[in-house]
T-cell receptor, first 114, second 115 residues
Framework: GQQVMQIPQYQHVQEGEDFTTYCNSS?????IQWYKQRPGGHPVFLIQ?????EVKKQKRLTFQFGEAKKNSSLHITATQTTDVGTYFC??????????????FGTGTRLTIIP | NAGVTQTPKFRVLKTGQSMTLLCAQD?????MYWYRQDPGMGLRLIHY???????AKGEVPDGYNVSRLKKQNFLLGLESAAPSQTSVYFC??????????????FGQGTRLTVV
């Protein structure tokens, strides 16, 4: 079945440094989504990418979808303490009845050193 | 709107006991999911449903059963709990967005400990 891997598993950065997490799928994805989970919280949707090579920005966050639609990245510029949490990518595993079931990556846990 | 509500939030079970986790959503979403989250393992799909009366197996379905008798509710059952089922369980619901993707809304989670 489809596998979605993320690297790194953990990342510790000084406040103000940049952060990047990478997501790789074993199969081509029709779309990819990113979620953030704060410590003790639940995953919250950030964004969805659909087109090959697509780049989207949300303030200090930049999301990219690879040309082959098998990989994606999330880059945070000048991290802040509010960025602490685990970032997950998610992609559809199957298309059944026209829908997708979401397969989540293993996540990257970001901690910030003040 | 309450969004996605899970009950209970915490539970301790003894090995062999049974229980049902309830997920309710008030967004009229077609699709609902149950995930478990373990340290270093991310979110793993247990079962999912694409509509009322339909369910399907995810990545780790063994030891769990589900039912979707009403569109707004998705129940996860453990017939005979085992320590390996100690985990945080998340329910999610979703709908189709333009382009074919699916934005998922999550409940607050249920922390289950099996002793």
């Amino acid at each position: 079945g489809q596998q979605v891997m993320q690297i790194p598993q953990y990342q510790h950065v000084q406040e103000g440094e940049d952060f990047t997490t990478y997501c790789n799928s074993s199969t081509t994805l029709s779309n990819i989504q990113w979620y953030k989970q704060r410590p003790g919280g639940h995953p919250v949707f950030l964004i969805q990418l659909v087109k090959s090579g697509e780049v989207k920005k949300q303030k200090r966050l930049t999301f990219q979808f690879g040309e082959a639609k098998k990989n994606s990245s999330l880059h945070i510029t000048a991290t802040q303490t509010t960025d602490v949490g685990t970032y997950f990518c998610a992609g559809p595993s199957d298309r059944i009845f026209g829908n997708e079931k979401l397969t989540f990556g293993t996540g990257t846990r970001l901690t910030i050193i003040p | 709107n309450a969004g996605v509500t899970q009950t209970p939030k915490f539970r301790v079970l003894k090995t062999g006991q049974s229980m049902t986790l309830l997920c309710a959503q008030d967004m009229n979403h077609e699709y609902m999911y149950w995930y478990r989250q373990d340290p270093g393992m991310g979110l793993r799909l247990i079962h999912y449903s694409v509509g009322e009366g339909t369910t399907a197996k995810g990545e780790v379905p063994d030891g769990y059963n589900v039912s979707r008798l009403k569109k707004q509710n998705f129940l996860l059952g453990l017939e005979s709990a085992a320590p390996s089922q100690t985990s945080v369980y998340f329910c999610a619901s979703s709908y189709l967005v333009q382009g074919g993707g699916t934005e998922a809304f999550f409940g607050q989670g249920t922390r289950l400990t099996v002793v």
